[in-house]
């Protein structure tokens, strides 16, 4: 008799991290690229639609027909904004090409885990207008210091390696929006 499973999971390659990339996975990550903020893959995953089963002509093989259709999980996790500390600051931020929103948040925030799926989200809508990082304020005091950062979240709009405009609080993703798409 064959078994049909309903959903399976390929690992990547051991070298690469398995942890969901969150600020609370991050903190208490321990594999070296889990560290660097690469994100969690999850593979592939067979999208459970049944069809009626179907008893085959022989006397003991029993056929279960199914379709399906087979789903990349990283799919989701294709873009993911990194994590900056004091060791790769300039090379990120200050020395972008391109216009960069950096969130200044601390694992024992509820406000800022309010506005991490916002900030995700912005990441995925501007790929390739806007570089989007955060900054643990625990971690990288002397960033967080440098900026005046006084109240997280933080979210701050770099160009050209200068400060243009910083939003205090759990706001809606539009005034984020508003304040990114001025400086488009």
């Known amino acids: 008799m064959a078994t049909v499973l309903e959903t399976f999971t390929l690992p990547r390659c051991s070298a690469l991290p398995s942890r969901a990339l969150s600020p609370m996975a991050i903190s208490s990550a321990s594999s070296p690229a889990a560290r660097l903020g690469l994100p969690q893959f999850r593979g592939l995953k067979v999208a459970p639609t049944r069809s009626a089963g179907s008893?085959?002509?022989?006397?003991?093989?029993?056929?279960?027909?199914?379709?399906?259709?087979?789903?990349?999980?990283?799919?989701?996790?294709?873009?993911?904004?990194?994590?900056?500390?004091e060791a790769t600051w300039k090379s990120f931020v200050l020395d972008s090409e391109l216009p960069v929103v950096v969130e200044f948040w601390a694992p024992w925030c509820g406000p800022c885990r309010m506005?991490?799926?916002?900030?995700?989200?912005?990441?995925?809508?501007?790929?390739?207008?806007?570089?989007?990082?955060?900054?643990?304020?625990?971690?990288?005091?002397?960033i967080a210091t440098q900026y005046g950062i006084r109240s997280?979240?933080?979210?701050?709009?770099?160009?050209?390696?200068?400060?243009?405009?910083?939003?205090?609080?759990?706001?809606?993703?539009?005034?984020?929006?508003?304040?990114i798409e001025k400086f488009l």
Do not use: W
């Not at 056929?63 to 900056?84: D, H, W, Y």
């Not at 916002?118 to 990288?140: H, M, R």
């Open 55 to 85: 008893v085959s002509s022989g006397p003991t093989s029993r056929v279960a027909r199914r379709r399906g259709a087979i789903v990349c999980e990283a799919q989701e996790t294709a873009v993911v904004v990194a994590a900056v500390t």
């Open 115 to 142: 506005i991490h799926p916002i900030v995700d989200e912005l990441a995925k809508q501007y790929v390739g207008k806007v570089k989007f990082y955060k900054v643990n304020t625990d971690d990288s005091p002397t």
């Open 152 to 179: 997280i979240p933080t979210v701050i709009m770099f160009m050209g390696g200068e400060k243009k405009d910083a939003i205090i609080g759990a706001v809606p993703k539009s005034t984020l929006t508003t304040s």
